[in-house]
């Protein structure tokens, strides 16, 4: 596990994006953080193309899973890790979209 002593925090104002990993500020702190050696692991990985090991429950994105995110994870239980995106959708009405769009229910 690496572990960084030199991270900062800082507030950027930054023009917001449905693709997170596109906003400026946090695209430069994954660059920043990032190998390309890592494991990464993206469970809503969208459009993505930081994951080695991808997901989403979209098929029209090029991932290497198309499942639900819980499921997804489950399956990866024992799976080792150097980073895990985690990016969500961002509220229940956009996450009730998402499944409505493939005839899931939200529980």
């Given at each position: 596990?690496?572990?960084?002593?030199?991270?900062?925090?800082?507030?950027?104002?930054?023009?917001?994006?449905?693709?997170?990993?596109?906003?400026?500020?946090?695209?430069?702190?994954?660059?920043?953080?990032?190998?390309?050696?890592?494991?990464?692991?993206?469970?809503?990985?969208?459009?993505?193309?930081?994951?080695?090991?991808?997901?989403?429950?979209?098929?029209?994105?090029?991932?290497?899973?198309?499942?639900?995110?819980?499921?997804?994870?489950?399956?990866l239980d024992d799976k080792c890790a150097d980073v895990v995106l985690y990016v969500p959708?961002?509220?229940?009405?956009?996450?009730?979209?998402?499944?409505?769009?493939?005839?899931?229910?939200?529980?």
């Open positions: 596990m690496r572990i960084h002593s030199d991270i900062k925090f800082n507030r950027i104002w930054s023009m917001p994006n449905k693709n997170t990993f596109q906003i400026k500020p946090i695209k430069e702190l994954l660059e920043r953080y990032i190998t390309p050696f890592d494991e990464v692991i993206e469970p809503f990985a969208n459009n993505s193309e930081w994951g080695s090991i991808t997901n989403d429950l979209d098929p029209q994105y090029d991932t290497t899973y198309h499942m639900e995110a819980t499921d997804f994870l489950k399956m959708p961002f509220s229940v009405r956009q996450l009730s979209e998402c499944y409505k769009k493939f005839g899931l229910s939200v529980n």
